[in-house]
């Protein structure tokens, strides 16, 4: 009943910024906290960040904390992710991800619906 199409993604230098976005459909579509997962070349897909489904409270990995910034504009059904200061090993397809339970945002297993993917290449 949801479907999530991710843009934004490509090549930076390492250091610079990016936004992804997700474009989120479906009727119920506000029943869910959305956010974004990633997975680097053979390696496990990871949590990155997430948002609830009405706005406000965030959660983010460690690992991007105080360089990402989530955020959700209800109104277009759309959330977003503004990537600072990118490293090489932030290097990933970036996949949009919908979960209806906020307990499990965090867990590649609680994603109800899933983004094809966005890949984002950061050089150095």
């Known amino acids: 009943q ?65 360089r990402f910034t989530i955020s959700r504009d209800n109104a277009k059904n759309t959330v977003y992710l503004q990537m600072n200061s990118l490293k090489p090993d932030d290097t990933a397809v970036y996949y949009c991800a919908a979960d209806r339970l906020w307990s499990t945002v965090a867990t590649t297993s609680g994603v109800d619906y899933w983004g094809k993917g966005t890949l984002v290449t950061v050089s150095s």
């Open 2 to 66: 949801v479907q999530l199409v991710e843009s934004g993604g490509g090549l930076v230098q390492a250091g610079g910024s990016l936004r992804l976005s997700c474009a989120a459909s479906g009727r119920t579509v506000t029943n869910y906290h959305m956010g974004w997962f990633r997975q680097a070349p053979g390696k496990e897909r990871e949590f990155v960040a997430f948002i609830k489904w009405s706005g406000g409270s965030t959660r983010y990995a460690d690992s991007v904390k105080d």
